[in-house]
């Protein structure tokens, strides 16, 4: 049997039975690495040594008898825009190309506390602004299921790792759906905690307001063992929740009886592909069927999301972008009159096209005079967005709608226009803007590419959508289906 | 109100970034493209609807004053291309 098929838990059960162990599982995970990368690009950087080391002392704490954690020992992969200290961190930039962090991300301690071992860290669009992987400044990340296409974004190369089974699970982050688009585009299950839930101390912003870490995983119990480990108060971050802690183990239940379904209809009008549309549908049906109570309900906002998106991401960019100089760190360019025209060479080499545009676009609606028109206003729409979701949320329980508007599009096929990119987000940014958490999971196929439901909650309530995905997940087989690359 | 080549070079000079002629130009089209797409939030009527900052409720978050090890200077220096003395080292800023 091939390890690299297996899921976190699953490699779990079989350590803790002294079946493999961890040095065994990094080993042949290394090799398939070997094998198989060259032909995916899911990572940038690999630390083979380190994790053979940390494996070693997994098997050492187990054969001393020490009881070890869920995800102790097993093999996973990082975003590379999450602070590795020591390790490079390079959000896919020229501008960080050379950037080793002091210090570690507060998920990166986390996930070291639980004895995973960090394989490397993954592809993504130059600071996580991008839908397919393709605007990395190092390579292009492949869909596992289709090498010809890509395989999301900007958490591209971590659901590629982990479809690829390159990694166990990862970590990614969403701005506006980098976990939920690229794990729907790869078959596996991708959650946006709610925001504040999970530290973002550590995390290269892009969106301050929008931004949160979160899990890829192959299937849904996964999802809640690695919640486990991440969710959790940081003094270290100002925006970080003060929430009770939960075990999200204990939503791993096969029942949704009674549960309030709502179908956002919205989210099903233009711009969705047919058969998208009708599996999502379908499996409302199965939700249904099980026990749920499912009705219609309508959030009127949402097609002003992508607008009040664009603006509140752009602005938030150029302020956090600010503090790219090329000084303290990133990219130093060579030959310059002066400390400004340093900086402005340092900058205009260091970041590729779409950071330009959007710290140019954020840096246009900040400007005295357009303050109100814009940023203000994106403001209030996001108001009421979040006051169409707390409606909703006085009568459901969950939403459901499609993760994204298609299946996984062809490398190349929406480079030439940033507007017509952003679509393949129409469905997943609204959930940003109001800050509730929402998942994907895989629930069919098109012409054998993976289509994703997405489940929107209410926020701090992951256990719910934990409860129905797993649900699902049990009353379904498309969670145990592998890419066979082509 | 559109975006001239003259504005995308003011925008240019804040955002501390340059470009050539064909980029303002192709800049000039995208910044104006997108600005026509988010004018569809005119028609939404925002009177007495509050702006939301962020999604919490969290006010001025304050830690507890305590003494603790910061990074170590070897450390934070090593991703800086020019220092001198355990400090960063600029090109001349005051003259």
């Not at chain 1, 959000?91 to 050379?98: F, T």
């Not at chain 1, 609606?365 to 403001?379: C, E, F, R, T």
């Not at chain 2, 005119?42 to 004053?65: A, H, M, Q, S």
Request: with cysteine; aromatic share 8%; glycine share 8%.
């Amino acid at each position: 049997m091939e390890v690299y098929k297996l899921t976190a838990h699953e490699v779990r059960d079989k350590i803790k039975n002294k079946e493999i162990s961890s040095k065994e599982v990094t080993e042949s995970i290394l090799i398939h690495i070997e094998k198989t990368d060259p032909h995916i690009g899911a990572y940038v950087s690999i630390r083979d040594e380190i994790a053979l080391k940390r494996a070693k002392k997994v098997d050492k704490d187990i054969a001393d008898g020490k009881e070890i954690s869920d995800l102790g020992g097993i093999p996973m992969a990082v975003k590379d825009n999450i602070c590795t200290a020591g390790m490079a961190t390079t959000c896919s930039s020229k501008m960080l190309q050379n950037f080793i962090p002091p210090y570690n991300a507060t998920v990166i301690n986390k996930i070291y506390e639980k004895d995973s071992i960090l394989i490397g860290k993954t592809n993504m669009d130059e600071f996580a602004m991008g839908s397919s992987t393709e605007n990395s400044a190092f390579k292009i990340t492949k869909n596992p299921w289709d090498t010809k296409r890509v395989p999301g974004g900007s958490s591209g190369g971590s659901a590629a790792a982990v479809a690829s089974g390159e990694a166990f699970f990862a970590l990614g982050s969403d701005t506006g759906g980098s976990i939920r688009q690229p794990a729907s585009f790869c078959g596996l299950v991708g959650l946006k905690p709610t925001y504040g839930l999970v530290s973002r101390y550590g995390l290269i912003a892009y969106a301050s307001s929008l931004d949160q870490i979160g899990p890829i995983t192959k299937d849904v119990e996964d999802c809640a063992l690695v919640m486990n480990a991440i969710a959790g108060y940081d003094s270290m971050d100002s925006t970080s929740a003060n929430y009770k802690k939960v075990d999200y183990k204990k939503s791993l239940v096969k029942d949704v009886k009674g549960l309030k379904i709502g179908i956002a209809k919205e989210y099903f009008e233009e711009g969705i592909d047919y058969d998208v549309k009708k599996q999502v549908l379908a499996s409302i049906e199965i939700f249904k069927s099980l026990g749920a109570e499912v009705e219609e309900v309508s959030l009127p906002h949402t097609k002003y999301a992508l607008s009040a998106y664009y603006i509140i991401a752009s602005c938030e960019c150029s302020s956090n972008f600010a503090r790219f100089d090329g000084i303290r760190y990133g990219f130093r360019a060579q030959g310059y009159e002066n400390i400004k025209d340093l900086f402005i060479k340092n900058r205009t080499e260091g970041f590729g096209d779409e950071v330009k545009r959007r710290i140019m676009l954020g840096t246009y609606a900040l400007s005295a005079g357009y303050y109100d028109q814009y940023y203000h206003k994106a403001l209030k729409i996001r108001t009421l967005i979040k006051r169409d979701f707390d409606r909703a949320f006085e009568k459901f329980d969950l939403l459901i709608t499609p993760t994204a508007p298609t299946t996984a599009f062809k490398i190349g096929e929406k480079t030439k226009d940033t507007l017509h990119m952003h679509m393949s987000d129409i469905c997943t940014v609204p959930v940003n803007i109001a800050g509730v958490p929402a998942m994907s999971i895989p629930c069919g196929f098109k012409d054998g590419l993976p289509i994703g439901m997405q489940i929107i909650g209410n926020y701090f309530d992951e256990s719910t959508i934990l409860r129905a995905a797993y649900t699902f997940e049990k009353n379904t087989n498309y969670h145990k289906e592998r890419p066979n690359r082509r | 109100m559109s975006i001239r080549i003259k504005d995308v070079e003011q925008v240019a000079e804040r955002s501390r970034l340059s470009f050539t002629e064909e980029e303002k130009e192709g800049l000039k089209d995208q910044l104006n493209n997108i600005l026509e797409h988010v004018k569809e939030l005119d028609e939404v009527k925002l009177e007495g609807v509050e702006p939301t900052y962020n999604i919490l409720e969290v006010k001025n978050v304050f830690r507890e004053d305590k003494m603790k090890p910061s990074m170590d200077r070897e450390e934070v220096l090593m991703n800086a291309s020019d220092t001198q003395n355990g400090c960063f080292k600029v090109p001349k800023v005051v003259e």
